[in-house]
């Protein structure tokens, strides 16, 4: 551990990978609705943490600068839009068929 | 601090940081568990006073000063009790969820003139932030102890608080338009000198604004008139229903924490910080001395704060002991119908204040400070210390660039906005 | 001297980066959707951690705020409307699992050789440390960012075609807030409860 200084944009890209990586396999799995709504969390926060990462004035001397920063924002302000909007459609969900089971939604099925 | 042990103790640079983070951290848990500790014998006799009767006389002298020792170690000897169907993991975290985040917001509110644990440019957001973040203890507690009184006053809780953040946020926000910063330590000193140099009385739309921030902070730390989540007559006691020993204590630390938290917050945005009515050290010259002095006027700074912090609280409790609760959607209405519209008018009105310059109590003659003086030093104070350590280190001259921060060359920049450049 | 190589920042780095991957994983691997909730709290609670080491105070008091404080309290609602028993711990089955590990184990291998591909990005600033107070003040600069001013880039006009310092995100801004706005009316539309219409209707 004392010897890995400095953090490196290389280090927050392997967090940001394996957030990502737990997300989209947590979307892929999971049969509750809001557990594949978790995993979306999980996918824009590793994505945040990237822009973060490359925007640091502390991880790189030549960063992005400040359009990390503010890119992050947007992603977090949307995945609040969008979680709202996948909250009430997983209720709407489960008061029209009493389950919150993703599996069950075959309706569409042709 | 950390230059402190760094420099006059010699310790290398980590153990340096280690020992200030340790002393910082003592402070605050200090602040946090002492501050619990008077506060609930304070609320004993508050509420005894007001109720007509004497409160707790004997355990520790005339006045009951112990009591709350007594019952602390009553509750240490407490069986700590799980009920069957909660859910153990949870049941077990919850309170050290709320006590953590309420003892995490400590860390960015300065108890004087730049004695803070960290010194934060968006310390007002952080603090906020991690006050929202409290809300999960209830609703975990809640939820794990497997009982209906708890999930009812884990879900009265859940949308009281998250409504209330709303024009708490609003009024926050009034302050910090009005310095045109984040940092508490810069809102705290452009307030220095007489008590009309306070926020609260800067315009008639602050005053407002100061009111309702302390309406919605009492709603969202859960006391009374608005303590739905535990509703002694209606739901046993809300949330900690299950709870015993010393468990059940930490929701209580976690409380009386966050509403000294919550009171300090607005003595600092509101009522002038550290800065008492009358400048008595600005006058006698103490706070531009340094040395013991300097100390000395930070510690009356302190204590300053400590007792408007104390103040808050003290008004907390007599809104408790005097109002009666109100049902949920009263709450409710209180907060939509009432708060954010008169927060939102407030700060329009703020703004308006601003926006034409109309005349301020900070342009009254007298003992005080333009506001705009006092604005983001401590960044170019921290910022010359680095160079000075820098020089003394390599004996080059350092070219640390120390530039004017808050006014980030607005002359170029009106220039660009006023010329149609901004898209 | 094994002491003056410490160093506290790469200790937290790792601190916070093993507690947002190790809940992250939890997450992963629990079955009951109330403690999926409290290790995604715990998980997003640790990466605004990140977000300050690296700088962006505003960023992480962000991720608290808003995605903490709102976004999951909002989750945690929804996972307590529908917590019926039966819902509470779904499993998934072990063919399932085995093709998701094995993906997404792959898609790792893969992003982690990318990270640490290209040189610029393996080695930290080396000066780091000299960076002042003044210059991690972020928070006007990125208000006025949003209001279409850049203050940051007045005096590096990298791309010719625009004017300096005139690179800002006002349109975003206005679009987002907008979008927000119309995204949250629609949810609290959709999620209303029209139960008691149709349940009379059945019991008529």
Not at chain 2, 149 to 167: D, K, N
Not at chain 3, 62 to 78: A, E, R, S
């Amino acid at each position: 551990m004392i010897g890995i200084s400095p953090v490196s944009v290389s280090h927050y890209l392997v967090v940001g990978a394996v957030l990502f990586v737990v997300g989209a396999i947590c979307m892929a799995t999971k049969r509750n609705a809001l557990g594949v709504l978790m995993g979306v969390e999980l996918v824009l926060n590793g994505a945040n943490l990237n822009f973060i990462a490359f925007g640091s004035k502390y991880l790189r001397a030549e960063s992005l600068g400040l359009d990390g920063q503010l890119i992050a924002l947007f992603v977090i302000v949307l995945a609040a839009a969008e979680a709202a909007v996948a909250l009430a459609i997983a209720l709407n969900f489960y008061n029209n068929h009493a389950t919150i089971d993703v599996d069950q939604a075959s309706e569409l099925k042709g | 601090m950390a230059e402190f042990f760094h420099t006059t103790c010699s310790l290398p640079t980590p153990l340096a940081y280690l020992v200030a983070a340790i002393i910082h951290c003592v402070l605050i848990i200090h602040v946090v568990a002492v501050g619990a500790l008077i506060f609930i014998w304070l609320e004993r006799k508050v509420s005894g006073r007001i109720q007509d009767r004497l409160g707790p006389t004997r355990v520790g002298g005339a006045f009951g000063w112990l009591q709350t020792l007594a019952d602390g170690i009553k509750l240490i000897a407490k069986e700590d009790i799980t009920p069957k169907d909660a859910d153990w993991m949870l049941f077990k975290a919850a309170p050290y969820v709320g006590f953590a985040a309420s003892y995490c917001a400590y860390i960015a509110l300065p108890f004087s003139d730049g004695w803070v644990a960290q010194h934060m440019n968006t310390a007002v957001f952080f603090i906020l932030a991690v006050l929202g973040i409290e809300v999960f203890s209830p609703i975990l507690a809640g939820y794990a102890s497997g009982s209906k009184w708890s999930l009812f006053g884990a879900m009265r809780e859940a949308a009281q608080v998250v409504s209330y953040e709303v024009p708490l946020g609003m009024c926050v926000v009034v302050p910090c338009m009005i310095c045109g910063t984040l940092n508490l330590v810069t809102i705290g000193n452009q307030q220095a000198g007489l008590f009309t140099n306070w926020l609260a009385f800067n315009d008639p739309f602050t005053f407002v604004v100061a009111v309702v921030y302390f309406t919605c902070a009492t709603a969202s730390v859960n006391r009374a008139p608005f303590d739905l989540a535990e509703a002694e007559s209606e739901l046993v006691a809300g949330f900690h229903t299950e709870y015993s020993g010393l468990r059940w204590s930490f929701f209580f630390m976690a409380e009386y924490g966050s509403m000294f938290l919550v009171s300090g917050l607005a003595a600092i945005l509101f009522f002038g910080g550290w800065n008492g009515p009358i400048p008595i050290f600005q006058v006698l010259g103490w706070s531009e001395s340094d040395g013991v002095l300097l100390y000395l006027a930070r510690l009356g700074g302190c204590l300053n704060f400590l007792l408007k912090g104390t103040i808050g609280v003290v008004v907390m409790m007599w809104v408790r002991w005097t109002l009666p609760r109100l049902r949920i959607d009263q709450v409710m209405t209180t907060c939509l119908k009432y708060c954010v519209p008169i927060a939102a008018f407030g700060f329009l009105g703020a703004l308006f204040w601003q926006v034409n310059e109309l005349p301020t109590s900070n342009d009254l003659p007298g003992i005080g400070i333009n506001r705009f003086e006092a604005r983001e030093s401590w960044v170019i104070e921290a910022d010359q210390q680095r160079a000075s350590r820098a020089a003394a280190v390599t004996p080059s001259p350092s070219d640390v660039p120390i530039g004017p921060i808050g006014s980030v060359e607005f002359d170029r920049v009106e220039a660009l906005v006023m010329t149609g450049g901004a898209r | 001297m094994l002491l003056a190589a410490f160093d506290w920042h790469s200790l937290f780095f790792m601190f916070f980066a093993l507690l947002t991957c190790g809940f992250a994983v939890a997450m992963l691997f629990s079955d009951n959707v109330v403690h999926m909730a409290f290790y995604l709290i715990l998980s997003l609670g640790a990466s605004a951690g990140l977000f300050f080491l690296a700088g962006a105070e505003f960023v992480g008091a962000m991720q608290l705020m808003i995605y903490v404080g709102g976004t999951l309290v909002l989750l945690i609602f929804g996972v307590m409307l529908t917590a019926q028993s039966r819902f509470i711990s779904m499993k998934t089955r072990s063919g399932e699992w085995v093709m998701a590990l094995v993906l997404g184990g792959s898609l790792l291998f893969l992003l982690l050789t990318a990270a640490f591909r290209v040189e610029d990005w393996r080695d930290g600033n080396p000066n780091a440390a000299d960076i002042g107070i003044a210059e991690s003040k972020t928070t006007t600069q990125i208000g006025m960012g949003f209001t279409g001013v850049r203050v940051d880039r007045l005096d590096a006009p990298e791309d010719s075609t625009l004017v300096p310092g005139m690179s800002g995100y006002l349109l975003p801004f206005v679009i987002v807030s907008v979008h927000l706005l119309v995204v949250l009316v629609g949810a609290a539309y959709m999620a209303r409860t029209k139960r008691r219409a149709t349940s009379t209707g059945a019991a008529a």
